[in-house]
């Protein structure tokens, strides 16, 4: 079954952690995404790459990076210099085309311990 | 630049009433249309599309039509149920992108009782 994989579930940082959010793709698309949710907001585009070894920065990168080693796989690293990382992060993959939907895990959520 | 404004909620129905949620936009060239649903605790899945003027994207008893004269994309259902409580986002796909970047609306808390 194809689809994506976001993990893990739930995570937990300490003051002054990074910590690392996995998003594993096998639908062999080209661009990946990562959104921020807010409780009872819209989603917010952090990074997203349309191709391997290449990604650009969204509308709130700030505390955050990526990387794209591999088609399959775009983690998110929420750093310490996030100072409110508590939210929803979901992840999202798609066929390069104005005309093609992305396609969505089912999200890491984030908390402050 | 691209925007897309959602009308806000929640909408509460009762089961078998007619749903209607506005969405209308704001786009620099001739976009994809998208409606997605979010249930609690998941991620959002791809409930229509449309990608031209006067198409109409239909799914799950779900219907919308793309109107160009208004700029508008309402989300329709004759009949809720239940299990139609969730979270629904409009959302357009710039014709101009050279990837597929979405604008998404601020989304729609949907509550059905029975």
């Known amino acids: 079954d194809g689809g994506i994989t976001q993990s893990p579930k739930y995570l937990f940082r300490k003051e002054g952690q990074n910590v690392t959010l996995s998003c594993e793709q096998n639908?062999?698309?080209?661009?990946m995404y990562w959104y921020r949710q807010d409780p009872g907001q819209g989603l917010r585009l952090i990074y997203y790459s349309q191709i391997v070894n290449d990604f650009q920065k969204g509308d709130i990168a700030e505390g955050y990076s990526v990387s794209r080693e591999k088609k399959e796989s775009f983690p998110l690293t929420v750093t310490s210099a996030q100072k409110n990382p508590t939210a929803f992060y979901l992840c999202?993959?798609?066929?390069?085309?104005?005309?093609?939907?992305?396609?969505f895990g089912d999200g890491t959520r984030l908390s402050i311990l | 630049g691209n925007s897309v404004t959602q009308m806000e909620g929640p909408v509460t129905l009762s089961e078998e009433a007619f749903l209607t949620i506005n969405c209308t936009y704001t786009a620099t060239g001739y976009p994809s249309l998208f409606w997605y649903v979010q249930y609690p605790g998941e991620g959002l899945q791809l409930l229509l599309k449309?990608?031209?003027?006067?198409d109409k994207g239909s799914n799950k008893g779900f219907e919308a039509t793309y109107r160009k004269e208004t700029t508008s994309f309402h989300l329709e259902k004759g009949s809720v149920q239940v299990s139609d409580s969730a979270v629904y986002f409009c959302a357009l796909s710039d014709v101009n992108n050279a990837g597929n970047m979405l604008t998404f609306g601020g989304g729609t808390r949907l509550m059905v009782k029975p």
């Open positions: 999202a993959s798609s066929i390069t085309g104005r005309d093609q939907p992305q396609h």
């Open positions: 449309a990608t031209k003027a006067d």
């Open positions: 639908l062999n698309h080209d661009a």
